[in-house]
């Protein structure tokens, strides 16, 4: 097991970092949106593990490479290393959609991928996501808890889960403001007998 410590997964662009319809190509087009890095560290120093998924089609469209996206990575997570704050892991799905594989959000395999590794429980975890297709992927995975934030897609993400019928268990400013309920969840079950 995990050394009791709960898992938070994290959706990144529009969520981390600033997103773009021309995707995130380069570390220079790496932007992180104001707080997001501090929210990441506040976790991190609270105890929480922070996984990463993240739907990186534009490899296999053949956009950009593994090595800019390796890149980016080292660059996120040197921004929130400089805040005090850690990322476990990353997993990413390189598939563009018409490629049907399970590990795309909102299928469940980058999550199912994650729990084995690491022996999580996925319905004791969080998911933080921008879009349907996050908090889709938290339900489809058995994520305990799944909060949308309004960065990036959010707003958009509104409707098309108000026509799927799929509630976040919380609608997030940010991801600073997530970060603040899921602690406000956890004080209250170590209070619960």
Not at 73 to 101: L, S, V
Not at 115 to 138: H, L, N, R, W
Not at 167 to 180: E, S, T
């Amino acid at each position: 097991m995990v050394s009791q410590k709960l898992t938070i997964f994290l959706d990144r662009d529009g969520v981390i970092n600033v997103d773009s319809p021309l995707y995130i190509k380069t570390p220079r087009e790496f932007r992180f949106i104001s707080g997001s890095a501090e929210a990441v560290a506040l976790l991190s120093q609270k105890g929480f593990h922070i996984i990463v998924i993240t739907n990186q089609s534009m490899i296999n469209r053949g956009i950009s490479n593994r090595e800019n996206l390796d890149a980016i990575f080292a660059t996120m997570k040197a921004g929130i290393r400089e805040k005090g704050g850690e990322i476990r892991d990353i997993f990413y799905c390189p598939h563009a959609p018409e490629e049907g594989c399970s590990c795309r959000k909102p299928g469940p395999g980058l999550i199912d991928l994650a729990c084995k590794k690491y022996a999580i429980d996925p319905q004791a975890s969080f998911m933080v996501g921008d879009s349907a297709k996050d908090m889709e992927c938290a339900h489809n995975a058995g994520v305990g808890k799944a909060v949308l934030v309004l960065t990036g897609n959010g707003r958009k993400a509104l409707k098309s889960l108000e026509a799927k019928q799929i509630k976040p268990d919380f609608i997030a400013l940010d991801l600073m403001d997530a970060a603040r309920w899921i602690l406000q969840q956890q004080q209250g079950s170590l209070k619960e007998p």
